[in-house]
């Protein structure tokens, strides 16, 4: 585990300054375009129903958050995943997502952290639980209505096998202050763009496929576990569980789309 003291980043992140905003503002925009390029005009990427996220960040209510969760098979994921985003979104530092990344991988030094901060990502301490700085964060920017990707895994995914999804999402969507849109993302191929094995070099002319699934309906299932003071970590089980099963069932369906490209 890194020994570099990320404490400095949650204030920043809370409170951003004017310099904050403007070197948010070129990370995001260059980010953006890089992911663009690869995903768009360098690899074979098909995608289905993107068009249910872009409408989401374009039109849904002032104050309601959204959250996305995917599978996760690369560390090019994420900034991969939005590059099939119109530019006017994946380039805007006010549209695009907050993100929990590996506070050992991302934010190992000043210069990393840095530029993870100005990305909008989150230091996660894996293994630190759901009650932690990082955590806390996001449940802000959700009360706010801002957009929070979570890799629910909790790491990359190499083996492509099942790994229980952590409840870190079952925390974030129990205590938002105002339901979230949750929308379910499945991939295949992210791999084949950046191995997960030496050497790390991004390549092209790989097939990618992403498929946006339909917003899950928890409007229910989180009023009844509140008005039946259902306590904290059955709670956050329950929606986990129910996020993990609409994960499964579009992982099916965008395996068949990939099979078929």
């Known amino acids: 585990m890194s ?18 905003h403007f070197a948010s503002t070129v990370t995001i925009a260059a ?11 360098l690899n074979k990427t098909r995608v289905y129903n993107r068009h249910i996220l872009s409408d989401a960040l374009r039109n849904r209510p002032r104050g309601v958050p959204l ?11 994420d900034p991969g995943l939005w590059g099939v985003l119109p530019v006017s979104q994946v380039c805007s530092h006010n549209m695009i997502r907050w993100s929990l990344a590996a ?7 000043k210069y990393h952290s840095m530029f993870f901060m100005f ?28 957009w929070v990707h979570v890799f629910p895994e909790g790491k990359v995914n190499m083996a492509q096998e099942y790994i229980r999804l952590k409840w870190g999402i079952g925390r974030l969507i129990y205590e ?11 991939h295949k191929g992210m791999e084949t763009v ?7 070099i991004l390549r092209v002319g790989k097939k990618v496929t992403i498929n946006f699934g339909d917003p899950i309906d928890l409007n229910e299932l989180v009023q009844s576990l509140k008005e039946r003071n259902v306590p904290e970590p059955e709670a956050r089980k329950v929606i986990t569980d129910k996020i993990e099963e609409e994960l499964d069932n579009l992982r099916i369906k965008t ?3 990939h099979t078929k490209c």
């Open 3 to 20: 020994s570099y003291n990320i404490n400095w980043i949650f204030p920043r992140l809370r409170n951003p300054s004017r310099f904050w």
């Open 31 to 41: 980010v953006g375009l890089f992911s663009k390029i690869i995903m768009v005009w």
């Open 67 to 77: 959250i996305t969760c995917s599978n996760h098979e690369s560390c090019f994921d």
């Open 103 to 109: 506070h050992d991988i991302c934010f190992t030094n």
């Open 119 to 146: 990305g909008k990502c989150v230091p996660c301490v894996r293994g630190a639980g759901v009650y932690q700085p990082a955590m806390d964060v996001c449940i802000e920017k959700l009360a706010l209505g801002e």
């Open 176 to 186: 938002s202050p105002v339901l979230p849109i949750i929308i379910p993302i499945w």
């Open 194 to 200: 950046l191995p997960n094995e030496p050497p790390y």
């Open 255 to 257: 395996e068949q789309l």
